[in-house]
């Protein structure tokens, strides 16, 4: 045998001796657990599976539970403003949505991502957990061209693919619906469980609303919004100066009086464009913008009353 | 020079035989999607799965990871729609119970469901879910959804750089 065949017999070895040390760990603590006669074998294994899977935080939280507190979100959205009956915008909406989504960090949501138009004046978008994303249509027609829309919905999107909105739940009412919720394996609340988990569940909806109606999110996750935002929607390959353009806007008709909506749950559009600038600079060449596609916007939207 | 870079391959190899001889579990969490030909949306599905389906796990490559179905089906799909499978030497012992991975219990688990919603929307009348099952429905096809990037020369048939 050569040195380096030796070398290698030797590496395989120690690499399959550390795979199955760590069989060798876990059993050996089901066996001890076991070997104090308290609880029998299988409750043993039991004990070492629930250590397993203990969750704490809103990174914990699944997919599906997500899309429920989602679609609970946009139930209350929804019972504040009206959906628009404008079935040609709202579709328009959907696929370009469902397009800048492809292209985001987090393409696949549990039931997918649905766009609705609003039907108010007041210029505003939210992104409720799960990718159920609202655009009022005041906002809608403030917007001159589609690649100003699409880095509307590809901020929203940024919010859902970063998961702002869990984030706003306070952390010790996840862990008392954690601790309802348990790690035993079957879907099923008893009734009082049920009680206590849907109070929880009332609470969460209240951290997240208040956040996306009426307080805001913190600043940090609308700049992370923004650069992601932009970041898809160049890479769906529209023109970088969409949101730009939007906060040039906003900036220009800024309330005199006291913060309300958009302006009261988003940093300053001035604190905003300047970053967006230095990260649009940062991008080198990028997409430019169509006719054709602000042709179609413009077609989208005429009947948008 | 030359023997160490040729020890360092060898390591890699066995390193590499070993990944392969744990062939990777993947759980899908997304309620019903699909596996497609190339890793791309808009290339041609060629299975439907749903949450809790599991897939082996072949390649992963550019945020996409190639897999193959149990009935055999191989194909593409986005990296989000799966979760890895924690991988548990103790499972493979035939003789013990066959572990679930953490995420597979939290899968299967009660959580915020459809029973909560349920009670919540009992005693929230206020809630607007009929909208919200309104607005679940409006959803573009694949193939609308490429006709409209086709038509804005947008994704794939962009290029005006």
């Known amino acids: 045998m050569t040195i380096r065949a030796k070398a290698l017999a030797s590496i395989a070895i120690a690499v399959s001796l550390s795979l199955s040390g760590c069989q ?27 250590a397993e899977v203990l969750r704490s935080t809103f990174g914990d939280i699944t997919e599906e539970e997500e899309y429920y507190i989602g679609r609970a979100t946009a139930a209350l959205i929804l019972a504040k403003y009206k959906p628009s009956r404008n079935a040609a915008v709202n579709a328009y909406v959907n696929t ?43 906002l809608v027609k403030r917007c001159g061209d589609e690649e100003t829309l699409a880095a509307i919905l590809g901020h929203e999107i940024g919010h859902v693919a970063a998961r702002h909105g869990l984030q706003s739940i306070k952390k010790s009412r996840l862990i008392d619906a954690f601790k309802v919720i348990g790690g035993e394996a079957s879907r099923k609340f008893d009734s009082e469980e049920l ?9 969460v909806l209240g951290d997240v609303v208040e956040t996306l109606v ?23 390959g529209y023109a970088p100066g969409g949101l730009a353009e939007f906060l040039v ?24 464009l300047a970053r967006v600038k230095t990260e649009t600079a940062a991008l080198g060449a990028a997409p430019i913008k169509l006719d054709v596609r602000t042709a179609r916007f413009a077609e989208a939207v005429k009947n948008l009353r | 020079m030359k023997k160490p870079a040729r020890l360092t391959f060898l390591i890699a190899m066995v390193l590499a035989i070993f990944v392969f001889l744990l062939a990777e579990t993947v759980v899908v969490k997304i309620k019903m999607t699909s596996i497609r030909r190339d890793p791309k949306f808009t290339s041609p599905i060629v299975a439907a799965i ?30 989000t729609a799966v979760e890895t499978k924690k991988f548990d030497l103790l499972a493979m012992d035939k003789t013990m119970k066959t572990q679930a991975s953490s995420s597979e219990v939290a899968l299967a688990a009660k959580g915020f469901n459809k029973q909560v919603e349920d009670k919540y929307r009992a005693g929230n009348a206020a809630a607007n879910f009929t909208a919200v099952d309104a607005m679940e429905k409006v959803k573009p096809t694949a193939a609308e959804v490429e006709a409209f990037m086709k038509a804005g020369r947008l994704g794939e048939f962009g290029g005006t750089r």
């Open chain 1, 96 to 138: 370009m949505g469902t397009a800048l989504s492809y292209y985001s960090d987090r393409p696949e949501v549990y039931a997918g991502y649905h766009f609705l138009v609003l039907d108010t004046d007041e210029v505003n978008a939210m992104a409720a957990p799960g990718g159920f994303i609202f655009v009022t249509k005041g």
């Open chain 1, 214 to 236: 009426e307080r805001g999110y913190d600043r940090k996750f609308e700049y992370e919004a923004d650069k992601l935002g932009l970041t898809f929607a160049v890479r769906t």
């Open chain 1, 24 to 50: 060798a760990v876990k059993q050996g603590a089901a066996d001890l657990i076991a070997s104090t006669g308290k609880v029998s074998h299988e409750d043993a294994q039991a004990l070492v599976r629930t």
């Open chain 1, 249 to 272: 806007g906003m900036e220009e008709h800024k309330p005199s009086g006291p913060a309300a909506g958009w302006f009261k749950t988003h940093p300053s559009p001035a604190d905003r």
């Open chain 1, 195 to 203: 009680t206590k988990i849907t109070g929880i569940f009332e609470g």
């Open chain 2, 50 to 79: 749903k949450a809790g389906d599991t897939l082996e796990k072949l390649e992963a490559r550019d945020g996409w990871v190639k897999v193959k179905t149990k009935a055999g089906v191989v194909g593409w799909l986005h990296a």
